[in-house]
């Protein structure tokens, strides 16, 4: 923790992390983790409210400020609204130390980002003290559970970028530009020994950072499982680069990685296991062990729901134990729904990672239990996960008990009251989907949704909706579909609605292939290797079925 001599005569290359600790605290503490590893030779400052008694906090929290380039203000749903013992609202006490902390970096012209934690509404003037009026104003980022790999690269990226004009450089990856469909890959790459032409996953793989090495191979070797006989030498090849990664936690996440690829077919899992375990407990960073252990914990339940189920109880961070626990229990939830829903309730103060859980619970029981799945989707207390798993209930059931129709009125109703729009629209398509076989009127939940979407101000959150509905309407609309995929002028989110709308075509559509040249040819003209790996990973998966050798 810096205090004020420790922060004296710093330059200013810093990050300050603002928070709440009721509503950010866990974001907040895997993200000065994570800085270390992107951005390594920046200070990160944070918990600053903890200052050593005799020690003027408003004199430290400036003196960190200003030793700072960039503020990052985490802005949980209670942020603007928690109060204090005596029942008055935090924000309008200018001692309050997070509202300090944000306004002494708005009169110091710091740069802040403000960034809405799962789910948070974005900011109104009318909510703030005049002081902090202007936090409104600016452009915020999204932090999020279910896309937290996309949203703090996002925001690690950014980072880079605001800081590089210091150092003269970057530290790491840069954000996918807009790109051009026309800038394909070099067609001189060559291989190593000069023979002959690289393949586009080769090159991209030979040239990502090396932790994103294992993952990209593992990924591309899974989708390829039952058909590609190259399968074992692109796990070969996973296995040797996650070995050969120096830092702890990225080594143990590869081979956590590549044994899930593996799970199915290969008995030999067990040993990475272990390995992957056993490097994840040798960490000494608390929260760089806790990461990898999640992942960990993830991947053994399907094969040793007994020590996955142990794995949690050495994770020291509350949020990343909750991570832990409900990815066990959706691996458990086909096989053992008993002990996956005990795990599921076991889960406490996190909400959504709870209710994430339990729709898959509720979606394998469907079948063959649908009372309990019903119960289990009607406990769930987060708005759009209930509905997502009433909707899953009543679609497995649609053939056998129409009664349960009743379950996707439910579920549209509470769709509807939803007021974030991302969950909105995709809540909306979810439940136009499990509709697609029984009720025509699905088409004015789509549109709907489309237009929740189209008036999405976050770029991210508007494609990555626009892309699930595209998917959704291939069935029915599929001209409409087209033309949302053709809307996009980013090589990246092009690629992406037209795999979904081809693998949502696959068994029905013969001009499927069409679109899924088109998918590749948008992906090769992504700029940004790490972005291309995953829009072909992607359309690798919707390939894998029809075309195992392409």
């Known amino acids: ?225 039952a058909t590609d006989r190259d399968r074992a030498r692109l796990i070969a090849d996973a296995e040797r680069i996650a070995r050969s990664i120096t830092y702890s936690g990225h080594k143990a996440s590869g081979l956590a990685e590549i044994a899930g690829a593996l799970a199915a077919t290969d008995p030999d899992r067990a040993r990475l296991i272990a390995d992957a375990e056993r490097i994840a407990q040798s960490i000494t960073d608390d929260g760089e062990k806790d990461s990898a252990l999640r992942q960990v914990a993830g991947v053994l339940a399907a094969t040793d729901p007994d020590r996955a189920e142990r794995i949690p109880q050495s994770i020291t961070n509350d949020f990343l134990k909750a991570l832990a626990l409900a990815a066990i229990a959706g691996s458990l939830a086909a096989t053992d729904p008993n002990r996956a829903e005990r795990i599921a309730q076991s889960i406490t103060n996190y909400d959504r990672e709870k209710a994430t859980a339990l729709v898959e619970i509720a979606g394998a029981l469907a079948a063959t239990d649908p009372d309990r799945a019903e119960r289990i989707a009607q406990s769930i207390t987060d708005e759009d996960r209930k509905a997502r798993a009433l909707a899953g209930v009543a679609k497995a059931l649609a ?36 509709l697609a076989a029984t009720d025509p009127d699905r088409a004015r939940l789509l549109a709907d949704a489309e237009r929740i979407a189209q008036s999405m101000t976050s770029d991210h959150l508007k494609a990555t909706a626009l892309v699930e509905i595209a998917g959704a309407l291939a069935a029915t609309d599929p001209e409409r579909a087209r033309l949302i995929a053709q809307s996009f002028t980013d090589g990246y989110w092009k690629a992406c609605a037209l795999a979904a709308i081809a693998g949502s075509l696959a068994a029905t559509d013969p001009d499927r292939a069409r679109l899924l040249a088109d998918a590749e040819r948008f992906a090769q003209s992504v700029i940004e290797d790490s972005w291309k790996v995953s829009a072909l990973v992607e359309i690798a998966g919707a390939l894998a079925a029809t075309d195992p050798g392409r």
């Not at 600790?21 to 983790?33: I, M, T, V």
């Not at 990226?157 to 469909?181: I, K």
């Not at 549209?412 to 909306?428: P, V």
């Open 1 to 225: 923790m810096p205090f004020l001599g420790e922060v004296a005569g710093l330059p200013s290359r810093g990050i300050f992390l603002s928070y709440r600790r009721e509503d950010a605290a866990p974001y907040a503490r895997l993200l000065q983790f994570q800085l270390r590893e992107r951005v390594p030779d920046a200070r990160v400052f944070m918990d600053l409210d903890s200052i050593e008694p005799g020690l003027d906090f408003a004199e430290v929290i400036r003196e960190a400020i200003d030793s700072c380039t960039v503020l990052v203000a985490l802005i949980g749903r209670q942020w603007a609204t928690l109060t204090d013992a005596e029942g008055r609202r935090r924000l309008d006490n200018p001692d309050d130390f997070v509202r300090f902390e944000v306004q002494a970096a708005l009169e110091r012209g710091v740069r802040v980002i403000p960034v809405l934690v799962d789910g948070a509404r974005p900011l109104q003037q009318e909510q703030l003290p005049s002081e902090l009026q202007k936090l409104a104003r600016l452009n915020a980022l999204e932090l999020s559970y279910g896309r937290y790999e996309y949203d703090a690269d996002r925001l690690f990226n950014l980072l880079q970028r605001v800081l590089a004009p210091e150092s003269g450089t970057t530290t790491g990856r840069q954000s996918p530009p807009a790109t051009n469909v026309e800038a394909f890959a070099d067609p001189h790459d060559v291989r190593p020994d000069g023979n002959a032409q690289l393949t586009e996953t080769e090159r991209i793989t030979q040239s990502s950072i090396d932790e994103e090495k294992p993952s990209a191979l593992a990924d591309v070797a899974a989708a390829a499982a």
């Open 399 to 434: 053939a056998t008990d129409p009664d349960r129709a009743r379950l996707l009125a439910d579920a549209e109703r509470i769709a509807q009251s939803i007021t974030y729009d991302y969950e909105k629209a995709s809540t909306l398509t979810v439940i136009a989907g499990a």
